[in-house]
Protein backbone atom coordinates (compact mmCIF):
# COMPACT_ATOMS: atom_id res chain seq x y z
CA UNK A 1 0.00 0.00 0.00
CA UNK A 2 2.94 2.24 0.37
CA UNK A 3 3.74 4.53 -2.32
CA UNK A 4 6.92 7.00 -2.74
CA UNK A 5 4.62 9.74 -2.23
CA UNK A 6 2.91 8.58 1.12
CA UNK A 7 3.95 10.52 4.08
CA UNK A 8 4.62 7.02 6.11
CA UNK A 9 7.38 6.55 3.64
CA UNK A 10 9.81 7.91 5.53
CA UNK A 11 9.33 6.73 8.88
CA UNK A 12 11.80 4.29 10.51
CA UNK A 13 10.40 0.71 11.52
CA UNK A 14 10.52 1.48 15.46
CA UNK A 15 8.73 4.30 14.53
CA UNK A 16 6.07 1.95 12.41
CA UNK A 17 5.62 -0.65 14.77
CA UNK A 18 4.84 2.08 17.10
CA UNK A 19 1.16 1.95 16.24
CA UNK A 20 0.96 -1.77 17.25
CA UNK A 21 2.09 -1.46 20.68
CA UNK A 22 -0.53 -2.06 23.43
CA UNK A 23 -2.61 1.45 25.10
CA UNK A 24 -1.19 3.16 21.53
CA UNK A 25 -3.29 4.82 18.90
CA UNK A 26 -0.89 7.40 17.90
CA UNK A 27 2.30 8.36 15.68
CA UNK A 28 4.79 10.77 15.78
CA UNK A 29 5.38 11.92 12.46
CA UNK A 30 8.48 14.17 11.16
CA UNK A 31 7.63 17.50 9.35
CA UNK A 32 10.56 19.84 8.32
CA UNK A 33 11.46 21.61 11.37
CA UNK A 34 8.75 20.07 13.74
CA UNK A 35 7.16 16.78 14.93
CA UNK A 36 3.35 16.74 15.13
CA UNK A 37 1.05 13.51 16.76
CA UNK A 38 -1.42 12.61 15.33
CA UNK A 39 -4.23 10.93 17.01
CA UNK A 40 -5.59 7.90 15.40
CA UNK A 41 -8.24 7.32 17.92
CA UNK A 42 -11.13 8.51 16.50
CA UNK A 43 -11.13 6.11 13.45
CA UNK A 44 -13.40 3.67 13.10
CA UNK A 45 -11.77 0.11 13.01
CA UNK A 46 -11.71 -0.16 9.35
CA UNK A 47 -9.71 3.33 8.61
CA UNK A 48 -7.51 2.07 11.86
CA UNK A 49 -7.11 -1.19 10.00
CA UNK A 50 -6.14 0.01 6.47
CA UNK A 51 -4.26 3.42 8.36
CA UNK A 52 -1.77 0.68 9.89
CA UNK A 53 -1.48 -1.34 6.90
CA UNK A 54 -0.24 1.59 4.95
CA UNK A 55 2.29 2.36 7.69
CA UNK A 56 3.31 -1.34 8.12
CA UNK A 57 4.30 -1.41 4.43
CA UNK A 58 1.67 -3.70 3.49
CA UNK A 59 0.73 -3.92 -0.14
CA UNK A 60 -3.33 -3.80 -1.00
CA UNK A 61 -4.71 -6.99 -0.33
CA UNK A 62 -7.67 -6.32 -2.49
CA UNK A 63 -5.42 -6.02 -5.46
CA UNK A 64 -3.59 -9.23 -4.16
CA UNK A 65 -6.94 -11.28 -3.82
CA UNK A 66 -7.90 -10.13 -7.34
CA UNK A 67 -5.04 -11.34 -8.92
CA UNK A 68 -5.34 -15.13 -7.45
CA UNK A 69 -5.86 -17.40 -9.84
CA UNK A 70 -8.95 -18.44 -9.29
CA UNK A 71 -11.98 -17.03 -7.65
CA UNK A 72 -13.27 -20.72 -5.72
CA UNK A 73 -12.18 -21.49 -2.75
CA UNK A 74 -8.83 -23.64 -2.07
CA UNK A 75 -9.65 -27.85 -1.94
CA UNK A 76 -8.44 -28.61 1.65
CA UNK A 77 -7.72 -32.38 2.27
CA UNK A 78 -11.29 -32.53 4.15
CA UNK A 79 -13.34 -30.39 1.73
CA UNK A 80 -13.52 -27.03 -0.07
CA UNK A 81 -11.48 -24.44 1.98
CA UNK A 82 -14.07 -21.83 2.73
CA UNK A 83 -11.58 -19.85 4.67
CA UNK A 84 -9.01 -19.32 1.36
CA UNK A 85 -11.67 -17.99 -1.15
CA UNK A 86 -11.05 -14.69 -2.31
CA UNK A 87 -11.64 -11.85 -0.28
CA UNK A 88 -12.02 -8.42 -1.72
CA UNK A 89 -10.88 -6.41 1.47
CA UNK A 90 -8.18 -7.77 3.72
CA UNK A 91 -8.22 -11.83 3.36
CA UNK A 92 -9.92 -12.28 6.66
CA UNK A 93 -7.65 -10.87 8.61
CA UNK A 94 -8.05 -9.75 12.27
CA UNK A 95 -8.91 -6.19 13.46
CA UNK A 96 -5.57 -5.04 14.97
CA UNK A 97 -7.60 -3.32 17.71
CA UNK A 98 -9.28 -6.84 18.68
CA UNK A 99 -5.70 -8.45 18.50
CA UNK A 100 -4.41 -5.85 20.92
CA UNK A 101 -7.40 -6.32 23.59
CA UNK A 102 -7.19 -9.72 23.49
CA UNK A 103 -3.68 -10.42 23.98
CA UNK A 104 -3.67 -8.02 26.60
CA UNK A 105 -6.12 -9.73 28.35
CA UNK A 106 -4.79 -13.32 27.31
CA UNK A 107 -2.13 -13.68 30.27
CA UNK A 108 0.44 -14.35 27.78
CA UNK A 109 4.24 -13.45 28.94
CA UNK A 110 7.07 -12.83 26.22
CA UNK A 111 8.83 -15.45 25.51
CA UNK A 112 5.76 -17.89 24.82
CA UNK A 113 5.54 -19.53 22.03
CA UNK A 114 2.53 -19.10 19.64
CA UNK A 115 0.62 -20.68 16.79
CA UNK A 116 -1.72 -18.78 14.47
CA UNK A 117 -3.96 -21.28 12.71
CA UNK A 118 -5.21 -19.57 9.50
CA UNK A 119 -2.54 -16.18 9.22
CA UNK A 120 -3.84 -14.43 6.56
CA UNK A 121 -1.54 -11.63 5.85
CA UNK A 122 0.00 -11.69 9.60
CA UNK A 123 -1.72 -8.88 11.30
CA UNK A 124 -1.39 -10.68 14.56
CA UNK A 125 1.54 -11.67 14.21
CA UNK A 126 3.45 -8.03 13.28
CA UNK A 127 1.20 -7.24 16.86
CA UNK A 128 2.87 -10.44 18.80
CA UNK A 129 6.48 -9.70 17.11
CA UNK A 130 5.85 -5.77 18.56
CA UNK A 131 4.98 -6.07 21.93
CA UNK A 132 6.18 -9.98 22.24
CA UNK A 133 9.70 -9.91 21.28
CA UNK A 134 10.98 -12.93 22.82
CA UNK A 135 8.15 -15.11 21.32
CA UNK A 136 8.46 -17.66 19.01
CA UNK A 137 5.69 -16.75 16.75
CA UNK A 138 4.66 -19.37 13.87
CA UNK A 139 1.96 -18.67 11.40
CA UNK A 140 -0.24 -21.14 8.67
CA UNK A 141 -1.64 -19.74 6.12
CA UNK A 142 -3.24 -22.21 3.13
CA UNK A 143 -3.22 -19.49 0.50
CA UNK A 144 0.30 -19.13 -0.47
CA UNK A 145 -0.21 -15.47 -2.19
CA UNK A 146 -1.33 -14.64 1.48
CA UNK A 147 1.07 -16.15 3.00
CA UNK A 148 4.18 -14.38 0.68
CA UNK A 149 2.60 -10.99 1.99
CA UNK A 150 3.07 -11.83 5.31
CA UNK A 151 6.93 -13.09 5.30
CA UNK A 152 7.98 -10.04 3.03
CA UNK A 153 5.82 -7.54 5.21
CA UNK A 154 7.38 -9.83 8.74
CA UNK A 155 11.30 -9.60 6.95
CA UNK A 156 10.59 -5.69 5.75
CA UNK A 157 9.87 -4.97 9.83
CA UNK A 158 12.84 -6.71 11.14
CA UNK A 159 10.66 -9.90 12.76
CA UNK A 160 11.72 -12.81 10.75
CA UNK A 161 13.90 -14.30 13.14
CA UNK A 162 10.83 -14.66 15.82
CA UNK A 163 7.63 -14.30 13.45
CA UNK A 164 7.69 -17.11 10.57
CA UNK A 165 5.14 -17.82 8.03
CA UNK A 166 4.47 -21.24 5.99
CA UNK A 167 1.86 -21.80 3.30
CA UNK A 168 0.23 -24.52 4.62
CA UNK A 169 -3.01 -27.36 4.43
CA UNK A 170 -3.51 -27.90 8.24
CA UNK A 171 -6.37 -30.09 7.73
CA UNK A 172 -3.66 -32.17 5.86
CA UNK A 173 -3.09 -35.68 7.51
CA UNK A 174 0.69 -34.86 7.20
CA UNK A 175 0.54 -31.77 8.79
CA UNK A 176 1.79 -32.12 12.32
CA UNK A 177 1.10 -28.69 14.67
CA UNK A 178 3.68 -28.04 16.61
CA UNK A 179 3.89 -27.50 20.48
CA UNK A 180 2.78 -24.57 21.68
CA UNK A 181 1.78 -22.48 24.87
CA UNK A 182 -0.87 -20.30 22.70
CA UNK A 183 -2.96 -21.30 19.66
CA UNK A 184 -4.85 -18.40 17.91
CA UNK A 185 -7.95 -19.47 15.31
CA UNK A 186 -9.93 -16.41 13.91
CA UNK A 187 -13.75 -17.35 12.85
CA UNK A 188 -13.02 -19.60 9.97
CA UNK A 189 -13.32 -23.08 9.41
CA UNK A 190 -16.45 -24.99 9.82
CA UNK A 191 -17.20 -27.64 12.19
CA UNK A 192 -15.05 -30.65 10.54
CA UNK A 193 -12.01 -28.83 10.17
CA UNK A 194 -12.06 -27.30 13.79
CA UNK A 195 -12.74 -30.37 14.97
CA UNK A 196 -10.18 -31.75 12.85
CA UNK A 197 -7.69 -29.13 13.89
CA UNK A 198 -8.15 -29.03 16.96
CA UNK A 199 -7.69 -33.12 17.85
CA UNK A 200 -4.64 -32.69 15.97
CA UNK A 201 -3.41 -29.77 18.84
CA UNK A 202 -4.37 -32.27 21.60
CA UNK A 203 -3.06 -35.38 20.32
CA UNK A 204 0.58 -34.20 18.89
CA UNK A 205 1.01 -31.52 21.79
CA UNK A 206 3.15 -32.46 24.82
CA UNK A 207 2.32 -29.12 26.22
CA UNK A 208 -0.43 -29.92 29.02
CA UNK A 209 -0.86 -26.00 29.87
CA UNK A 210 -1.69 -24.84 26.48
CA UNK A 211 -4.13 -22.39 25.50
CA UNK A 212 -6.06 -21.59 22.55
CA UNK A 213 -8.19 -17.81 21.69
CA UNK A 214 -10.62 -18.70 19.96
CA UNK A 215 -11.77 -15.01 17.79
CA UNK A 216 -15.40 -15.77 16.75
CA UNK A 217 -18.02 -13.55 15.76
CA UNK A 218 -20.82 -16.00 15.82
CA UNK A 219 -21.74 -18.93 18.37
CA UNK A 220 -18.87 -20.49 20.31
CA UNK A 221 -20.79 -23.71 20.34
CA UNK A 222 -18.51 -25.22 17.78
CA UNK A 223 -15.56 -24.86 20.27
CA UNK A 224 -17.84 -25.45 23.66
CA UNK A 225 -18.56 -29.16 21.87
CA UNK A 226 -15.19 -30.17 21.73
CA UNK A 227 -14.06 -33.02 23.84
CA UNK A 228 -10.76 -31.65 24.06
CA UNK A 229 -11.54 -28.27 24.95
CA UNK A 230 -12.28 -26.55 28.73
CA UNK A 231 -13.79 -23.01 28.38
CA UNK A 232 -11.69 -20.77 30.70
CA UNK A 233 -12.69 -17.26 30.33
CA UNK A 234 -14.72 -15.35 27.33
CA UNK A 235 -14.64 -11.50 26.32
CA UNK A 236 -18.25 -10.73 25.81
CA UNK A 237 -19.62 -9.17 22.09
CA UNK A 238 -20.02 -5.59 21.86
CA UNK A 239 -20.93 -3.80 18.86
CA UNK A 240 -17.44 -3.48 17.28
CA UNK A 241 -15.75 -6.69 18.96
CA UNK A 242 -17.39 -9.99 18.16
CA UNK A 243 -16.43 -11.97 20.95
CA UNK A 244 -13.27 -13.94 21.97
CA UNK A 245 -13.12 -17.28 24.21
CA UNK A 246 -9.71 -18.67 26.06
CA UNK A 247 -9.67 -22.55 26.40
CA UNK A 248 -7.40 -24.97 28.07
CA UNK A 249 -6.81 -28.48 26.67
CA UNK A 250 -8.80 -30.54 29.20
CA UNK A 251 -6.85 -33.35 30.56
CA UNK A 252 -8.24 -36.51 29.12
CA UNK A 253 -5.93 -39.53 28.36
CA UNK A 254 -4.91 -40.30 24.91
CA UNK A 255 -7.04 -44.07 25.01
CA UNK A 256 -10.30 -41.13 25.56
CA UNK A 257 -9.80 -39.79 22.25
CA UNK A 258 -12.40 -40.62 19.21
Not at 176 to 189: E, G, L, Q, R, T
Amino acid sequence: MQTEEDEFHNLSINERISVLLFNNESLLLRREDYFEEVDFSTLTDREFNRLVDEILGYRNFANIEHSRSSSKAIASSIGSAKWSKKSSSDGFSSSYRDIKTILQASGMKDGDTFVDIGSSYGRVGCVVGTNFPSTQFTGYEIVRERCIEAQRITKFLQMDDNVQYFPEDVTADNFVVPDADWYFIYDSFDDQALDHIVKKIYQTGTNRTARLIAKYTGSHRKYSDSPYLELISSMKRTSDFGGCWFYRLKQISQGDIV
